[in-house]
């Protein structure tokens, strides 16, 4: 076999050795090119072309500069082949421009700064600005309008801040009313509980609640939903807790609106022999900090002065100004052991609660030798409500709290709580508790927010059993987004924050799961006009 390799590399002979010619041509990188391939190179620039022209219209449309050579094209289609940009998309002179801060002072000074998004536009259409006149002006309107929705949020807040620490005529109406019927109707100053029921106030076989409050109509939705709830009413003991000059009313309230077989006990805080005795601890730190807190606070008129604080900031420094939480009703709940000797558990419910099921089961709850059972409130699908952890009302910037605790613990909350008795008498939470109070009194109330709470979580760290999130649901005084139909189906709905169900700035689509529990028939009711919207 011979074979033989043409000088141009073109073609390959091979020859057999017996004399028959047979070759085999092989074309090695030739150069022709067939009708075929020239068609398909054809049809290939031809789309080119139609994408080119596509991109190159978009980009007139999008208002961008057209390109007269390759080399623009080149530019411009080159990073959208490969998905990225030369160039930043918004120039660098408007971060800059932005980035400044602009006082109040300066905005004064300008004139027809537009007040509309639709005016901007016109007035730069009008002006064909170039991008740094574009950031200034876009800068001056921005900073007008957010001053003065700060302004407005800042007002709505006070006005509900003043509208919630105020009593509605409504209520203080039925005050006097039932204090009337009290001082003129025997019916109205029965011994609540009658005498055959005192015996079970002290035996642990009943479901023992305890109440504290001076708001009568607002007790009465506690307790009528709680009974009206029960599974064994007749097993149900609710301890009310007011104030001397509550006491009255309270008891003519349940003396003419009796809740059988439910035992109800009303008792103003003189009456407890332990209260009535020496020095009250939590008394005197009260008086402390209402002295210290009108010396360094400067009132809600110093809140809403600031102008570098955010509304947000400002309306939680409003609501912790509340008389509620400089009120001996709040605080109450510490003395719990003192106050109920012979009982081993209770719940304690504050008053803006709604109970819709039936609580006997949080007796059934082993709380692992804990004292506080409560829900925790950094966990859950209402980020708004559940992202409270201890830095959201402890000052972690103060060394004495960075020192103690860790800024990131989940919160829990008060409102609906299981206090055992018998573990809490064997702690020191009460001398905890009395200890932070003083500290924070040293050092002029920076240790935390104002309120309960703060307090409450240092007092019992350590102490606390987390329970079903369906046993409290919180955030109906200061979230409106929460649905009717998610708290219809929780176990106790919370009413904590300022628009409380008796109030006229109370959530219209929230309010009829409290309203359902008061008879709006009742004369002293119908009397003081208290309607159901």
Same mark, same amino acid.
């Given at each position: ?59 007139? *449309? ?6 007269? =050579? ?31 801060? *602009? ?26 600005? %170039?991008?740094?006149?574009?950031? #200034? ?63 079970? #106030? ?9 109440? @504290?409050? %001076? ?38 309230? &349940? ?20 209260? @009535? ?22 009132? =809600? ?33 510490? !003395?719990?052991?003192? +106050? ?43 980020? &708004? ?10 000052? &972690? ?10 800024? !990131? ?10 206090? %055992? ?13 009395? !200890? ?20 409450? #979580? ?6 606390? !059993? ?7 649901? #919180? ?31 109370? &959530?219209?689509? +929230? ?7 008061? %008879?709006?028939?009742?004369?002293? *009711? ?8």
């Amino acid at each position: 076999m011979q074979l033989h390799i043409s000088p141009s590399l073109r073609h390959v002979t091979v020859l057999p050795g017996k004399g028959v010619r047979e070759f085999i041509n092989v074309k090695v990188g030739s150069r022709r090119v067939s009708y075929r391939m020239l068609f398909y190179m054809l049809l290939l620039f031809t789309f080119l072309l139609r994408v080119i022209f596509v991109m190159t219209a978009v980009d007139g *449309i999008d208002g961008e500069r057209k390109c007269s =050579s390759i080399g623009c094209l080149g530019k411009k289609l080159g990073p959208k082949i490969l998905h990225r940009r030369l160039e930043p998309a918004v120039p660098e002179v408007i971060y800059q421009i932005l980035d400044k801060p *602009i006082s109040e002072d300066e905005l004064r000074g300008k004139s027809e700064i537009p007040q509309t998004l639709e005016d901007f536009v016109a007035e730069m259409k009008e002006s064909r600005s %170039d991008a740094k006149a574009f950031a #200034l002006r876009l800068r001056e309107m921005v900073s007008l309008l957010e001053q003065r929705t700060r302004t407005a949020k800042i007002q709505e807040y006070l006005y509900r801040h003043v509208a919630s620490s105020s009593v509605p005529k409504q209520l203080y109406c039925l005050t006097l009313k039932l204090a009337n019927e009290h001082s003129t109707n025997a019916a109205a100053r029965l011994q609540l509980p009658s005498a055959e029921f005192v015996p079970a #106030l002290m035996d642990n076989s009943y479901f023992h609640f305890v109440l @504290a409050s %001076d708001n009568v109509l607002a007790a009465s939705v506690v307790a009528a939903s709680l009974v009206h709830n029960s599974l064994r009413p007749g097993r149900v003991v609710l301890h009310i807790i007011t104030d001397k000059k509550t006491y009255s009313p309270m008891q003519a309230w &349940f003396s003419l609106h009796p809740l059988s077989p439910a035992i109800i006990e009303v008792k103003a805080l003189h009456h407890f022999d332990w209260f @009535a005795k020496g020095k009250v601890p939590v008394l005197e730190a009260m008086e402390k900090d209402q002295r210290v807190r009108s010396q360094f606070r400067g009132g =809600s008129s110093a809140i809403t002065a600031s102008n570098s604080e955010k509304p947000i900031v400002v309306a939680a420094k409003l609501q912790a100004l509340s008389p509620k939480y400089n009120s001996m009703m709040n605080h109450i709940r510490i !003395h719990l052991p003192e +106050l109920f000797p012979s009982l081993n558990k209770v719940v304690f419910l504050d008053d803006d609660i709604v109970i819709q099921t039936d609580l006997s089961p949080l007796w059934d709850i082993d709380m692992n030798g804990k004292v506080n059972g409560a829900v925790q409130t950094c966990k859950g699908e209402d980020k &708004f409500v559940m992202s409270k952890r201890l830095k959201s009302y402890l000052n &972690f910037s103060h060394p004495l709290i960075r020192k103690h605790f860790n800024s !990131h613990e989940c919160a829990w909350a008060y409102g609906m709580n299981i206090f %055992d008795l018998e573990a809490w008498r064997k702690s020191n939470i009460s001398l905890t508790y009395y !200890h932070w109070l003083e500290e924070n009194l040293k050092s002029d109330l920076s240790l935390w927010q104002l309120g309960t709470l703060p307090p409450g #979580l240092i007092a019992f760290h350590g102490h606390v !059993h987390i329970i079903d999130p369906f046993w409290h649901m #919180l955030g109906l005084g200061y979230q409106e987004n929460t649905s009717f139909a998610d708290a219809k189906n929780a176990g106790v709905i919370h009413f904590n924050g300022r628009a409380k169900p008796w109030l006229d700035i109370a &959530f219209p689509k +929230l309010r009829p799961l409290w309203a359902k529990y008061v %008879d709006f028939s009742d004369k002293l *009711i119908k009397g003081c006009h208290i309607r159901a919207s």
